[in-house]
């Protein structure tokens, strides 16, 4: 019961990073053809991360319910968790000052 719960879990996480992947790709692609590149960068960014969190979650707390310790597999899930979310922070955050600093230079021309 519990170790379906748990990957349950990591399956959600992992649709939630594939579908907030999808969405940005769209919103870029909606945005403008010079936004493309910035689109499909963050897309694949977004897909290599769902893809290593979910290996990753998979693998690391199938070992520790195996061994009965689920308390360490849910504190494992949940730094993951944090650090895949500040990961794509920092990356969105970067994307964003580089399409101010386009569009910027864009509009003082």
Known sequence: MLQSCSYRWSLLCTAFLLLLSLWSWWCCNFLGLTLWRWGRLLFLFLIRTAVVVIIIIVIVTGFFLLRG?????WLFILLFIRTAIILFVTRFLLLCDSLLRCWLFIFLI
């Open 69 to 73: 310790s689920l308390l360490w597999g």
